[in-house]
């Protein structure tokens, strides 16, 4: 699909180093108004998702969110925004996966 980004990230969670990877899933991309960060997860865990600027600045978040094992979907408001690209910070556990985003309104 054309409007859409995935990805995956290895992250290792707890003292017993269990392994849990993360899908996640940007639409649409490009936005304009609001952008959807899909991610599914094979266990609970705290995330925080935030869009930044390319010279890194948190233009927009999303309260940290407790994501349920399964597939959880985010919402972000992007009409803030101006054209042109971003990226979708998803941080957990001081793991951080980026995405890219752009914006065309």
Do not use: C, K, W
């Amino acid at each position: 699909d054309q409007n859409t980004v995935t990805g995956s990230v290895d992250l290792s969670v707890g003292v017993n180093n269990i392994n849990q990877v993360i899908s996640t899933i940007v639409f649409p991309n490009p936005a304009s108004t609001a952008v959807n960060v899909r991610i599914q997860t094979a266990a609970a865990f705290e995330a925080s998702v935030s869009i930044l600027d390319l010279q890194g600045r948190v233009v927009a978040n999303a309260a940290p969110t407790m994501l349920q094992a399964g597939v959880n979907t985010l919402s972000l408001s992007t009409e803030q925004l101006t054209d042109g690209m971003y990226m979708i910070h998803i941080r957990r556990d001081g793991e951080t996966m980026a995405m890219p985003l752009i914006i065309a309104n």
